[in-house]
């Protein structure tokens, strides 16, 4: 099949997701909707879903394809770009989670755009599309490199579902020298000007670049059309080029049998007196409700996944479900990504292209001659005009200057890195004392970084700052800044250091799953949304082998 694969590079489309050939080829908005499965709330469906992101949708088309009734809730609305995305930095402020939040600690994050999503589709409504995979490093940094945790689970357990994922995004790449070396489905997109400057930086340093992997189509795909090349990935696709789960899972999760059951936010799971989930309440048009279920997954994300567990408290379960252990919310993650510019005579129009065109992860691995454990990825990025001027802001210009950087725009370009930072207890989320519209206690994430992590992201912005003066760079910016949450619910070996085992089930509780990047032990350097959905397609294939 390889050889075949390699012929027609662009052509095979996935087996058993007809998502792409479901769309309509002139309206962007979901399709189904208006015939859609409507189970009432009593009727004890298969499997309920919380959140319809990128691991929740993509358990539920897996498991509707084997005959599974399922009910995904979904807190934020059904998206129709047509109707609802903009290709406006500020008009787009929807798609992210803004709810009322707490942060503290050391080396607070701020939490809402730029690590999660509100809406059908998840926070890959709004990602930049890049989609690389986690190294088998990533699966036993404990054991290789002394710090973090090893996983339950192998890379070569994920390999088939990684590839089956790529196949149904689908993404576009060179072929991928690092970790496991691999190729894509899709041959690599064009790029533009600004690559050729930053290209020429690192091959003087010895940096090894290659474009891609984002899960965008290099052609048409299906009924979908072929990237424009609009700049606006971080802002919903408004064409429907860019992967999401709205348009590639949930198409076809729909047309067998799922209904997503939008603007209803899960409050609380419960228990009965066998210690069995029966369900999960939740609140829609302003009146609590409680769907039956004979079993439950929870994919909220990292935040919420453990807020809905924490509120869910019982005599069984005085602590919060699954948390006999204190586990629940801990080990929360996130990654650093500062980001540097460089300025160049002529113009290069960093916004031309999707913001991840090229990329290294030559890093990625331990070099104990850098004097810090594991490492990071570099990716080109495109700041818009808005986060332009944050980027200016953080580097200390205001007024005159600012105005200034802001009219030099277009002959900026922006280098960006994601460095592991690693997992700590002590980094978690809580309930606060204030509750939301819902009656819900908010969230609070506590979040310090280590001696480690600074010292990798110090490391990393350096050669950021190398890769722009071997390119010649007139000038520099930079911003500090992190991305991509994930932990808080790990999956591990015992219940005493984990919320769940292998097979994502929750310790304690034979029929609750969770299927979000809340499970993973560590961050690695690679962008999580591909390995979130490969994990929720190999735990489709566990609970359909071992049918709940």
């Not at 088309?61 to 995305?85: C, K, T």
């Not at 908010?442 to 110090?458: L, V």
Request: glycine share 10%.
């Amino acid at each position: 099949m390889r050889p075949l694969r390699r012929i027609a590079k662009g052509a095979l489309g996935p087996a058993d997701n007809d998502s792409r050939f479901l769309l309509d080829r002139h309206r962007r908005g979901l399709p189904g909707r208006a015939s859609m499965a409507s189970y009432r709330d009593d009727d004890e469906v298969d499997l309920l879903v919380v959140g319809a992101g990128a691991g929740g949708s993509t358990l539920a088309q897996r498991l509707a394809r084997r005959g599974w009734r399922i009910v995904v809730l979904e807190s934020g609305p059904f998206w129709d770009p047509d109707r609802d995305w903009v290709s406006d930095e500020a008009g787009s402020h929807k798609l992210y989670w803004t709810a009322n939040r707490l942060i503290g600690g050391d080396d607070p994050v701020e939490l809402g755009k730029n690590n999660s999503g509100h809406g059908v589709g998840g926070s890959m409504v709004h990602y930049a599309g890049y989609a690389p995979r986690f190294h088998p490093s990533d699966f036993e940094t404990y054991t290789r490199d002394g710090v973090g945790a090893d996983w339950p689970i192998s890379y070569d357990e994920l390999r088939p579902h990684y590839e089956r994922v790529e196949a149904e995004l689908p993404v576009a790449g060179q072929d991928w020298p690092w970790g496991d070396p691999h190729r894509y489905p899709h041959a690599a997109h064009p790029v533009g000007g600004g690559v050729d400057r930053a290209r020429a930086g690192a091959r003087k340093l010895g940096i090894e670049m290659r474009v891609g992997p984002v899960a965008i189509p290099n052609g048409t795909f299906g009924n979908r059309p072929h990237c424009i090349y609009r700049g606006f990935c971080l802002q919903g696709c408004k064409v429907n080029a860019k992967a999401s789960p709205l348009i590639t899972h949930l198409p076809d999760a729909i047309a067998h049998g799922v209904e997503v059951r939008a603007d209803s936010h899960a409050t609380r799971i419960d228990v009965d007196q066998t210690g069995r989930c029966t369900g999960a309440a939740y609140v829609r048009a302003g009146r609590g409700r409680f769907q039956r279920a004979a079993a439950v997954a929870v994919a909220g994300y990292s935040i919420e996944t453990p807020r809905l567990l924490l509120n869910s408290k019982s005599a069984r379960w005085p602590d919060g479900l699954a948390n006999h252990h204190d586990q629940v919310g801990r080990y929360i993650m996130v990654q650093g990504a500062p980001q540097v510019a460089g300025r160049f005579p002529a113009p290069v129009r960093q916004y031309k292209a999707p913001p991840p065109e090229i990329s290294s992860e030559q890093f990625y691995e331990t070099d104990a001659a850098r004097g810090f454990a594991r490492g990071f990825a570099i990716q080109t990025v495109g700041p818009l005009p808005i986060g332009w001027a944050e980027h200016v802001l953080a580097d200390g210009h205001w007024g005159r200057e600012l105005r200034e950087y802001m009219r030099d725009y277009n002959h900026w370009y922006t280098l960006g890195v994601l460095s592991e930072l690693l997992p700590r207890a002590e980094n978690r989320v809580t309930l606060a004392r204030e509750p939301d519209a819902n009656g819900v206690p908010i969230a609070r994430m506590d979040y310090s970084q280590c001696d480690n992590d600074r010292a990798n992201m110090a490391y990393a912005k350096q050669v950021l700052h190398d890769i722009w003066e071997a390119a010649g760079a007139q000038d520099v910016l930079t911003i500090d800044r992190y991305a991509h949450l994930v932990g808080g619910c790990r999956m591990g070996t015992d219940p005493e250091s984990s919320v769940i085992d292998a097979d994502h089930r929750a310790w304690g509780l034979p029929n609750l799953f969770i299927a979000d990047g809340s499970v993973m032990p560590t961050q690695g350097s690679a962008n999580p949304a591909l390995t979130i959905m490969a994990l929720a397609s190999r735990l489709a294939e566990r609970m359909e082998a071992k049918r709940v």
